[in-house]
């Protein structure tokens, strides 16, 4: 819900800047040369700031981030959870082999001093 209330606010904004860029464009009609180096044409004011803003539109769509662009959080929800469960798996694999050795060890050094004791009753 917060997110759609957040793109209507951004609809309602743009529309607002929109309104009064073609409002400010209608109030200069007057002809103007515009200097492309070796073309200099007669266009009305208008004309040149709608392409202009068309243009800066066009630039802001192209380098702006839209939805595609924010990574899709129910995915990394769900990698995060598989990721989870991978690392409490070999963490208990881990701590299994651990205790398997420290049983290991325990009976290596029973059967070790079982044999120092034989050895010293002889």
Known sequence: MKQQNSKQSKLVFGLIIVLILVIFACLNIEPVAINFGFYQPQLPLIIVLVIMMLLGAVVSLLLGTG???????K???EQKASLEKEFQKTLAEKNQKISELEAAIDQLQ???NETSTD???I
């Open 75 to 77: 995915a990394l929800a």
């Open 67 to 73: 939805e595609k662009g924010k990574p899709n959080q």
């Open 119 to 121: 050895k010293s009753k």
């Open 110 to 112: 029973k059967q070790k």
